[in-house]
Each structure stands twice: as C-alpha cells, then as structure tokens.
C-alpha cells in the first residue's frame, strides 16, 4: 500500500544549488499539492494541481517551481535555495479538488539549506 | 477569507485524561469540517470529518461536532493514551474554495 511516496526524504543543499522533489501516487487520484510545514506556522500550501495539465499557486510559491508530469507524479523545484526555504515539505493528492474528499499525505522531505 | 483557528499548544496530558482542543472558523456558508492527525516522523492522516451541521464525527475514541452557532469544531476523547501523542490539525473546505484550509496545529503529549 504505497499511497503517496516522497523521494528523497532528507537533503541537504548550500545556498544557490537547485533540486527537485519527487511525488508520485498510485490511488488514480486527480489533485495533488505541495505543501511546507515550519515550526509555529503549520502547513502552507506552495502550489497545487487541481487535474492533470493545470497547476495554480498556493499561498507561499516564490522561489519554487512545479510540474505536473502526468497524472500519478508532481514535482516540486527550487531554482536557487535559500536558507529560508529550509523546512519539511509534504506533497498530497486527492480524488478532487473541488469537493470535501480526504487528502492523502506522504512522509514528508526534510531539507536543510546552508 | 476563510480561516481556521485553533488553540496554542502544546498540551501535556497524563494518561487517562480528557482531552479538548478547540478550533472555530470563519466561512461563508456550510463548510466541511476536518480534523487530520501528525504522528512523529509522518505525514498528516485523516483522523474524522463532518460535512453538515450537527453531524459528529468520530474515529478511534476521538469525537468533533459541527456547530453552526458557535462555527466551531471541537476535537475531544474520553481517556487518552501515550499513543495519542501527535500533532492535530483542524481543516476546512469550502465549496468553490480549491484546498484545505488548515488551522496552524496543536501539539499533543501524553505522559504515562
């Protein structure tokens, strides 16, 4: 029962490298979402997909990129780390968006920037 | 906007114990109401959900109910146990808003 799989689960990068975190799902699911969990802030969303070829922000995305691959993957980039992107970050999917079905969470990445 | 709000942890328990923590929202309309468990080293889990008012949800000896009147959803149990200790999330969805709104979490300790 795999779910929802976060690769890698933990990095550590210096300021200025890039890196793409990798989420796939294997539940057919239509939506997914990035999201970054920070002491005393819970979760913030970064971005999500909503369906298959579309992708909006959430509220925190600058300084990241996202794609959609097809429909079980949804990839997460930082261009240019910045120590203030150092955080947990979970990826989520969801049969829809847009109605009240449970979102299903990976394990999280943990990354450190220095 | 829509907003969920929930009391500041961290809550230390001994065993046994009653357990509330508290979370009210701002929505227009009828939102869905959830709460999702965090246990150590793991991402969040559905733990109970209510879609209407007056509905109560309940899983694994932990109640919430919908309260129009007071916009509030309540996260109680009985008698907690040492694996109970976690972080909860309170969560709404609002038709019309995409996402979950999630309040900010509260942390759980239950000592034996």
């Known amino acids: 029962n795999a779910g929802v799989t976060q690769t890698p689960k933990f990095q550590v990068l210096k300021t200025g490298q890039s890196m793409t975190l990798q989420c796939a799902q294997d539940m057919n699911h239509n939506s997914m979402y990035w999201y970054r969990q920070d002491p005393g802030m819970g979760l913030r969303l970064i971005y999500y997909?909503?369906?298959?070829?579309?992708?909006d922000k959430g509220e925190v995305p600058n300084g990241y990129n996202v794609s959609r691959l097809n429909k079980r993957e949804f990839s997460l980039r930082l261009e240019s780390a910045a120590p203030s992107q150092t955080s947990v970050y979970f990826c989520a999917s969801s049969e829809s968006g847009t109605s009240d079905q449970p979102q299903h969470f990976g394990d999280g990445t943990r990354l450190s920037i220095l | 906007g829509n907003s969920v709000t929930q009391m500041e942890g961290p809550v230390t328990l001994s065993e046994e114990a009653f357990l509330t923590i508290n979370c009210t929202y701002t929505?227009?309309?009828?939102?869905?109401l959830f709460w999702y468990v965090q246990y150590p080293g793991e991402g969040l889990q559905l733990l109970l959900k209510a879609t209407k008012a007056d509905d109560k949800g309940s899983n694994k000896g932990f109640e919430a109910t919908y309260r129009k009147e007071t916009t509030s959803f309540h996260l109680e149990k009985g008698s907690v146990q040492v694996s109970d200790s976690a972080v909860y999330f309170c969560a709404l969805y609002h038709r019309g808003n995409t996402p979950l709104v999630f309040g900010k979490g509260t942390r759980l300790s239950v000592i034996a």
């Open positions: 929505a227009t309309g009828y939102p869905s």
């Open positions: 997909s909503a369906s298959e070829g579309t992708t």
